[in-house]
């Protein structure tokens, strides 16, 4: 019954790799496995089998849902535009309280929060369900440029988990400016500058391949950081 349940969560951490503006490492942290996934990976040699019966079926959760739902969203995007998008927005800012009620500080101050919350929603929710009225709807070019971008863009989705994870892994083991690094790799130091060089030579095409590249070699870089991390640690 304990591995189905971290099957189920490890489904939704994959989930929300695949939707865009949602981490898995913030679904982690709302389903209360964050710091016990930090901790499995971070000691992975000292207890082994515990950790490896953590983590696969977690790893497992995040293969299956991003086998099978890549296509549900995709469908659900290219036949039901804007009930999907508002999805998103919900799946973003939806999460936000829960986040806050991690933070240590004073109850007055996630009060505010929780109101500029709900106003913030409302506001972006009336916004996109008018944006027909103030965009149009759009031609079949726009639907098929969408669905071919998504398809290039978020062709390593999948690896986008590890990159935040291993940013919080280093910041917890008191590694703070390195995890800080790490949480930068993929937008700053991969996909801007490829953003740029890509799309002058290649056009728009270009900004769709940097996409998945940035996505592949902050997956590369968090590895080998953390690799070097836990080698030294087992010494």
Partial sequence: MKNLILLVKGFFMGIANIIPGVSGGTIAIILGIYEQFIASISNFFKNFKENLKFLVPVALGIGLSI???SGVINYSYEHFPLPTML???GLVIG???MLCKNVKGKKESKEI???VIALLTFSLVIFMACSELIFGTGSDLYFQFAERYLKIFMFMTFA???QPMSSGFFTSIGKAKLGIVMSLTRQVLFLLPLIII???ILGID???YAGPIADA???????LFARRELVAMKK
């Fill in 95 to 97: 999460g936000i309280p």
């Fill in 87 to 89: 999805f998103f927005v």
């Fill in 198 to 200: 890509f799309s002058l």
């Fill in 217 to 223: 070699a902050a997956f590369v870089l968090a590895i």
């Fill in 206 to 208: 270009g900004v769709m």
């Fill in 67 to 69: 086998l099978i739902m």
């Fill in 160 to 162: 986008n988990g590890i």
């Fill in 113 to 115: 929060s929780s109101y």
